[in-house]
Structures are given as C-alpha cells and as structure tokens.
C-alpha cells in the first residue's frame, strides 16, 4: 500500500527555521496537504495543494513540494507552533493517505 | 462559518456494530466531498473513507473494507459511517472532514474537521 514518509522528530529554537519533509512516490502527480494538531485538538489544515495557505494561516508557513518530496517550512518558529504535523496525500485510486506525523518541537 | 458535529460514539463489544454520524452546518452540503478520518490512542492520523458530494462514489481504507460504510444525506445535512465486525484496532477518535475542492469526482484534502467521537472496541 502506498505509504508517505516523515521523520519522527524536529527540533529548533525559537526564531529558527523548521523544515518537516514528506516523501512519496506518487507526490509528483498529487498535491499534499499538511496540519497542524496540538495535543487534545482537532488537526488544522495550514497548507493545501503542495503551497497554499488558508486564511487565517501566519505566513511564516509555507509549502513547497518536488519531485517525490514535500516540504513544510516554518519560518521564525514560535513557541506557539509546537505541535504534531501530518502530511496528507492520495494515492493512485484516490484513496487518502497520511504520513506517520512529525513531532515538532520548539525551545 | 463550517461546523461539523460528530456524535454516537461509545463503547461496543468485539464484533459488535456501532453508527456514527456528523451534523453538518456553514456550507452548501451537497456540493462537497466528505471524509472519516480516525485516531488510534495516542498515535497518528488514519484515512478511513471518503463519499462524493452526490453519494454516488465511495472509497475504503483496506483496514475498514467489507465492515465499515460510509454514507450521507443531503437533505438532512448529515454524514454517517456504519461499523460493522468490529475490532478492538478500531479504537479511536472518529472525526468527519470537508473536502477542500467543491463538486469534485474524487476525494482530494480536507480543510474542515469536527472535534470528534470516541469509539473504544472492548470486552
């Protein structure tokens, strides 16, 4: 089955750059969707096909996907943005797909 | 603004059945896709399954094919998943997304999530 990859785990100072990375062999043909969850919340959505940001979404996050990785950046990360993220995406029946989730870690 | 109310949840009995649904509020129902998407204890996001805005396409995560249906009525402005044979692996929050993209043939990301139900699957 097809399966999309993250790493466990990133950490960063606040301030610094955090790049969290989604891998997947159907990413070149399908867009990739990436939330934010915070413990005991529901996931929100913070970018949409590959590098769109929703309303209401601070412009430190962006997206960026090539080849068969996606990317979330998060500029200047704050405190605030610790949180599980999850890239999403679909494979070739269109059935939906998560990656295993990224611990983001900030301090 | 999008609102998405699930309820039904509780405990059942392996082998059990149980029906969530999701009330629905804030958009044009009937013009966008919906999505189950769960969450076992403590681990990550699990794609469940995904219906068309008409009700006339459906697809399965492998682990729910066969034992779990998703359905929805638009009149109601309601979404629904029947569990059937059910597993203690499916303990988890079941939560009910909108699909980003209107009128759309197939399910694609999701933008609005409820805050979910708790199903727990034990003896």
């Known amino acids: 089955s097809y399966e999309l990859t993250q790493p466990p785990s990133v950490s960063v100072s606040p301030g610094q750059t955090a790049r969290i990375t989604c891998s997947g062999d159907a990413l070149p043909k399908k867009y990739a969707y990436w939330y934010q969850q915070k413990s005991g919340q529901a996931p929100v959505l913070v970018i949409y096909e590959d590098s769109k940001r929703p309303s209401g979404i601070p412009e430190r996050f962006s997206g960026s996907s090539s080849g068969t990785m996606a990317t979330l950046t998060i500029s200047g990360a704050q405190v605030e943005d610790e949180a599980d993220y999850y890239c999403y995406s679909t494979d070739s029946s269109a059935n939906g797909v998560f990656g295993g989730g990224t611990k983001l870690t900030v301090l | 603004q999008v609102h998405l109310v699930e309820s039904g949840g509780g405990v059942v009995q392996p082998g059990g059945s149980l029906r969530v649904s999701c009330a629905a509020s804030?958009?044009?129902?009937?013009?966008?896709?919906m999505h189950w998407v769960r969450q076992a204890p403590g681990k990550g996001l699990e794609w469940v399954a995904f219906?068309?805005?008409?009700?006339?396409?459906?697809c399965y995560a492998d682990s729910v094919k066969g034992r779990f249906t998703i359905s929805r009525d638009n009149s109601k402005n309601t979404l629904y998943l029947q569990m059937n044979s059910l597993r203690p692996e499916d303990t988890a929050v079941y939560y009910c997304?909108?699909?980003?993209?209107?009128?759309?043939?197939?399910?694609?990301?999701?933008?609005?999530w409820g805050q979910g139900t708790l199903v727990t699957v034990s003896s």
């Open positions: 997304a909108k699909d980003v993209v209107g009128l759309a043939d197939t399910g694609g990301g999701v933008d609005y």
């Open positions: 804030g958009f044009t129902f009937n013009s966008y896709g």
């Open positions: 219906i068309r805005y008409d009700g006339s396409y459906t």
